[in-house]
Protein backbone atom coordinates (compact mmCIF):
# COMPACT_ATOMS: atom_id res chain seq x y z
CA UNK A 1 0.00 0.00 0.00
CA UNK A 2 2.93 2.44 0.83
CA UNK A 3 4.60 1.86 -2.57
CA UNK A 4 0.78 2.80 -4.11
CA UNK A 5 0.76 5.74 -2.32
CA UNK A 6 4.43 6.95 -3.10
CA UNK A 7 3.01 5.70 -6.56
CA UNK A 8 0.48 8.59 -6.82
CA UNK A 9 2.85 11.23 -6.44
CA UNK A 10 5.97 9.82 -8.43
CA UNK A 11 6.33 11.05 -12.55
CA UNK A 12 6.82 8.49 -15.17
CA UNK A 13 10.97 9.47 -14.18
CA UNK A 14 10.58 8.63 -10.59
CA UNK A 15 10.82 11.79 -9.33
CA UNK A 16 8.32 13.92 -7.21
CA UNK A 17 5.27 15.79 -8.79
CA UNK A 18 5.93 19.30 -7.90
CA UNK A 19 2.73 21.74 -7.40
CA UNK A 20 3.51 25.03 -9.22
CA UNK A 21 1.78 27.26 -6.44
CA UNK A 22 0.34 26.87 -3.12
CA UNK A 23 -3.48 25.51 -3.08
CA UNK A 24 -4.06 25.64 0.79
CA UNK A 25 -7.47 27.54 1.52
CA UNK A 26 -5.61 30.30 3.09
CA UNK A 27 -4.18 31.13 0.19
CA UNK A 28 -7.04 30.69 -2.55
CA UNK A 29 -8.78 33.38 -0.21
CA UNK A 30 -6.01 35.45 -0.56
CA UNK A 31 -5.87 35.12 -4.15
CA UNK A 32 -9.80 35.48 -4.05
CA UNK A 33 -9.67 39.00 -2.15
CA UNK A 34 -7.14 40.28 -4.22
CA UNK A 35 -9.20 39.98 -7.55
CA UNK A 36 -12.49 41.37 -6.06
CA UNK A 37 -10.08 44.43 -5.27
CA UNK A 38 -8.58 44.66 -8.18
CA UNK A 39 -12.17 44.71 -9.73
CA UNK A 40 -13.28 47.46 -6.95
CA UNK A 41 -10.47 49.46 -7.94
CA UNK A 42 -11.15 48.97 -12.06
CA UNK A 43 -15.05 49.62 -11.06
CA UNK A 44 -14.16 52.78 -9.37
CA UNK A 45 -11.86 54.54 -11.57
CA UNK A 46 -14.16 54.02 -14.52
CA UNK A 47 -17.49 54.35 -13.08
CA UNK A 48 -18.10 55.18 -9.80
CA UNK A 49 -15.60 58.44 -9.94
CA UNK A 50 -16.80 60.30 -13.41
CA UNK A 51 -20.39 59.77 -12.02
CA UNK A 52 -19.63 61.34 -8.85
CA UNK A 53 -17.94 64.16 -11.04
CA UNK A 54 -20.43 64.99 -13.04
CA UNK A 55 -23.47 64.88 -10.36
CA UNK A 56 -21.01 67.43 -8.25
CA UNK A 57 -20.86 69.61 -11.25
CA UNK A 58 -24.59 69.10 -11.97
CA UNK A 59 -25.21 70.59 -8.37
CA UNK A 60 -22.70 73.26 -9.06
CA UNK A 61 -24.97 74.21 -12.13
CA UNK A 62 -27.96 74.06 -10.22
CA UNK A 63 -27.02 76.76 -7.55
CA UNK A 64 -25.72 79.03 -10.33
CA UNK A 65 -28.94 79.50 -12.12
CA UNK A 66 -30.27 82.99 -12.20
CA UNK A 67 -32.37 84.63 -14.05
CA UNK A 68 -31.98 85.68 -17.82
CA UNK A 69 -29.75 82.44 -18.40
CA UNK A 70 -30.59 81.06 -21.58
CA UNK A 71 -31.11 77.35 -20.59
CA UNK A 72 -31.27 73.47 -21.91
CA UNK A 73 -33.64 70.92 -20.66
CA UNK A 74 -33.49 67.35 -20.57
CA UNK A 75 -36.23 67.86 -23.26
CA UNK A 76 -34.08 69.68 -25.83
CA UNK A 77 -36.11 72.63 -25.13
CA UNK A 78 -33.98 75.89 -25.29
CA UNK A 79 -35.52 78.72 -23.31
CA UNK A 80 -34.85 82.04 -20.76
CA UNK A 81 -35.37 81.72 -17.40
CA UNK A 82 -38.34 84.00 -16.49
CA UNK A 83 -38.52 83.32 -12.44
CA UNK A 84 -37.76 80.85 -9.67
CA UNK A 85 -40.81 79.15 -7.87
CA UNK A 86 -39.22 78.06 -4.57
CA UNK A 87 -36.20 75.55 -4.52
CA UNK A 88 -37.22 72.89 -7.17
CA UNK A 89 -39.49 74.82 -10.03
CA UNK A 90 -38.14 77.34 -12.77
CA UNK A 91 -40.22 79.40 -15.02
CA UNK A 92 -38.96 79.07 -18.74
CA UNK A 93 -40.04 81.20 -21.60
CA UNK A 94 -39.65 79.37 -24.68
CA UNK A 95 -40.89 81.25 -26.96
CA UNK A 96 -42.49 84.73 -26.43
CA UNK A 97 -45.38 84.99 -24.40
CA UNK A 98 -45.14 80.89 -23.85
CA UNK A 99 -43.79 79.55 -20.33
CA UNK A 100 -43.23 76.66 -19.09
CA UNK A 101 -42.81 75.51 -15.50
CA UNK A 102 -40.39 72.89 -15.44
CA UNK A 103 -37.95 71.20 -12.35
CA UNK A 104 -34.74 72.53 -12.08
CA UNK A 105 -33.17 69.39 -12.04
CA UNK A 106 -34.45 69.09 -15.40
CA UNK A 107 -32.12 71.64 -16.66
CA UNK A 108 -28.63 70.13 -18.24
CA UNK A 109 -27.14 72.93 -19.35
CA UNK A 110 -26.56 76.91 -19.51
CA UNK A 111 -26.41 77.96 -23.28
CA UNK A 112 -24.00 80.77 -24.01
CA UNK A 113 -25.22 83.88 -25.93
CA UNK A 114 -22.45 82.39 -28.89
CA UNK A 115 -24.22 78.67 -28.52
CA UNK A 116 -27.98 80.19 -29.30
CA UNK A 117 -26.61 83.05 -31.98
CA UNK A 118 -28.54 80.75 -34.70
CA UNK A 119 -31.09 79.94 -32.86
CA UNK A 120 -34.08 82.02 -34.79
CA UNK A 121 -32.52 81.23 -37.90
CA UNK A 122 -35.24 78.13 -39.18
CA UNK A 123 -38.18 80.55 -37.35
CA UNK A 124 -40.96 80.89 -40.20
Not at 38 to 55: A, H, M, N, S
Not at 63 to 80: E, P, Q
Amino acid sequence: MASGAAADTTTSTGAAAQVPYDLSPGKMMQDNLFVLGLIFFIFYFLLIRPQQKRLSAHKALMKSLAKGNKVLTTGGLVGVIVKFEGDDIVIVEIAPSVRVRIGRAAITDVLDEKAVAGEGANDN
